[in-house]
Protein backbone atom coordinates (compact mmCIF):
# COMPACT_ATOMS: atom_id res chain seq x y z
CA UNK A 1 0.00 0.00 0.00
CA UNK A 2 1.16 3.99 -0.11
CA UNK A 3 3.23 4.68 2.35
CA UNK A 4 5.71 7.57 3.72
CA UNK A 5 7.95 8.03 6.36
CA UNK A 6 9.25 11.41 7.36
CA UNK A 7 12.25 11.66 9.26
CA UNK A 8 15.19 14.32 10.18
CA UNK A 9 13.07 16.63 12.39
CA UNK A 10 14.19 18.06 15.56
CA UNK A 11 14.96 21.02 17.88
CA UNK A 12 16.76 23.90 17.19
CA UNK A 13 17.64 27.64 17.79
CA UNK A 14 15.88 30.35 15.58
CA UNK A 15 18.56 31.00 12.84
CA UNK A 16 19.41 27.20 12.33
CA UNK A 17 18.87 24.70 9.33
CA UNK A 18 17.20 21.16 9.47
CA UNK A 19 16.56 18.71 6.61
CA UNK A 20 13.70 16.66 6.48
CA UNK A 21 13.17 13.76 4.49
CA UNK A 22 10.36 11.50 3.32
CA UNK A 23 10.51 7.78 1.57
CA UNK A 24 7.66 6.63 -0.08
CA UNK A 25 6.39 3.58 -1.35
CA UNK A 26 3.65 1.39 -2.64
CA UNK A 27 3.33 3.46 -6.31
CA UNK A 28 5.45 5.01 -8.84
CA UNK A 29 7.50 7.70 -6.90
CA UNK A 30 8.80 9.20 -10.20
CA UNK A 31 6.07 10.11 -12.14
CA UNK A 32 4.02 11.76 -9.00
CA UNK A 33 4.31 15.22 -7.95
CA UNK A 34 4.97 15.55 -4.42
CA UNK A 35 4.73 18.19 -1.64
CA UNK A 36 5.28 18.88 2.00
CA UNK A 37 2.81 20.05 4.65
CA UNK A 38 3.04 20.88 8.01
CA UNK A 39 0.70 21.13 11.38
CA UNK A 40 1.37 23.56 14.09
CA UNK A 41 -1.22 22.61 17.44
CA UNK A 42 -4.23 23.51 17.21
CA UNK A 43 -4.14 24.56 13.22
CA UNK A 44 -4.94 23.29 10.18
CA UNK A 45 -2.75 21.01 8.30
CA UNK A 46 -1.16 23.62 5.77
CA UNK A 47 0.68 23.17 2.09
CA UNK A 48 3.94 24.53 2.10
CA UNK A 49 5.84 23.60 -1.07
CA UNK A 50 5.20 21.14 -3.97
CA UNK A 51 7.52 19.72 -6.32
CA UNK A 52 6.89 18.24 -10.01
CA UNK A 53 7.21 14.76 -10.78
CA UNK A 54 11.19 15.66 -12.25
CA UNK A 55 11.39 17.66 -9.43
CA UNK A 56 11.65 20.71 -12.51
CA UNK A 57 9.04 23.10 -10.89
CA UNK A 58 8.94 24.02 -7.36
CA UNK A 59 6.71 26.53 -5.68
CA UNK A 60 6.69 27.34 -1.84
CA UNK A 61 4.10 29.63 0.16
CA UNK A 62 5.11 33.05 1.12
CA UNK A 63 5.95 32.25 4.94
CA UNK A 64 8.87 30.08 3.50
CA UNK A 65 9.91 31.56 0.21
CA UNK A 66 13.75 31.96 -0.13
CA UNK A 67 14.23 29.87 3.12
CA UNK A 68 12.75 26.21 2.40
CA UNK A 69 13.81 24.13 -0.70
CA UNK A 70 12.27 21.17 -1.59
CA UNK A 71 13.93 18.34 -4.20
CA UNK A 72 14.04 14.83 -4.50
CA UNK A 73 15.75 11.77 -5.56
CA UNK A 74 13.42 9.81 -7.68
CA UNK A 75 16.21 6.26 -7.88
CA UNK A 76 15.79 6.51 -4.12
CA UNK A 77 11.79 7.21 -3.92
CA UNK A 78 12.75 10.21 -1.35
CA UNK A 79 11.33 13.90 -1.11
CA UNK A 80 13.41 15.66 1.16
CA UNK A 81 13.21 19.64 2.42
CA UNK A 82 15.99 21.87 3.16
CA UNK A 83 14.69 24.26 5.93
CA UNK A 84 17.13 27.45 6.41
CA UNK A 85 16.91 30.37 8.51
CA UNK A 86 14.26 29.00 10.99
CA UNK A 87 11.67 30.71 12.93
CA UNK A 88 9.63 29.98 15.75
CA UNK A 89 6.55 30.02 14.04
CA UNK A 90 8.09 27.22 11.14
CA UNK A 91 7.53 25.06 14.41
CA UNK A 92 4.91 21.79 13.72
CA UNK A 93 4.86 18.44 12.42
CA UNK A 94 6.24 17.90 8.75
CA UNK A 95 4.03 15.07 6.50
CA UNK A 96 4.84 14.81 2.51
CA UNK A 97 2.29 13.54 0.24
CA UNK A 98 1.52 12.35 -3.39
CA UNK A 99 0.10 15.37 -5.63
CA UNK A 100 -0.56 18.71 -4.08
CA UNK A 101 -3.98 19.08 -3.14
CA UNK A 102 -7.36 17.57 -2.19
CA UNK A 103 -8.36 14.58 0.30
CA UNK A 104 -5.77 12.69 1.04
CA UNK A 105 -5.62 9.43 3.17
CA UNK A 106 -1.69 8.20 3.10
CA UNK A 107 -0.65 10.70 5.67
CA UNK A 108 2.83 9.00 7.55
CA UNK A 109 3.43 9.70 11.11
CA UNK A 110 4.79 13.27 10.08
CA UNK A 111 8.46 14.69 11.76
CA UNK A 112 8.70 16.98 14.05
CA UNK A 113 10.19 19.90 14.08
CA UNK A 114 10.75 22.90 16.75
CA UNK A 115 12.40 26.36 16.72
CA UNK A 116 12.99 27.46 20.16
CA UNK A 117 15.35 29.37 21.78
Known amino acids: QVQFVESGGGTVQPGGSLRVSCVASGFTFSTNGMSWYRQAPGKERELVATINADGSTSSYVDAVKGRFTISRDNAQSTLYQQMNNLKVEDSAVYYC??????????WGQGTQVTVSS
Open 97 to 106: RRGYLGPFAS
